[in-house]
């Protein structure tokens, strides 16, 4: 199911109302999260993960390359906004639209649940989003594992257990969306094959499982 199908696609670099609207996005994204840093020992501003994220879509490597619809760009840039800011679903709908605002609730996880429910859900409800959210999955669990392959990027005092274990989850949860992305879908699939990280002075295989 696609939400934009039927919206014009214009190439962003050569329409300066698309280009305001992509940069305005990033302004917004920056505001949202301008008080929220990474979790890795350098702690870099939040607000690079969900620009990477866009990046990510947008690249020679991503199925949607050259075109991205803006809508998926900008979804990916807000991905973050209504779950861990105080932006309300509200004044992201009459800032961004019903596209965009509904790509993000899609991608969204409910905070009421447990942490082990909200993983679990991502699992079960993958296969069920909209194409658009699947392209933002994609690229946020690709942002995400490139980091935790890094001793720079990953979060401080995570042992090999846990990273692991994200990487294991992460397929369970990207294998249910990698068709509407083959591009960024192989990408994840080298790492879950061939992927390595260190820790400790030695190197380990980021997905214990997969061959």
Known sequence: MSLTADLPHTPIATDPSLTFQLLSTAHFAAVAHSQQRRKSPSSPAYVQHPLHVAALLASPASSLHPNPPIEVLQAAMLHDVIEDTETTVQELRERFGDVVTNIVLECSDDKSLSKEARKQAQIDHSPHKSDEAKHVKLADKLSNLTDLMSAKGRPAGWSVQRIQEYFVWSKRVTDSCKHVNPG??????????????????KTYKCHPECE
């Open 184 to 201: 960024l879908g192989e990408k994840l699939d080298e790492i879950y094959r061939n992927g390595t990280f260190e820790l400790g002075g």
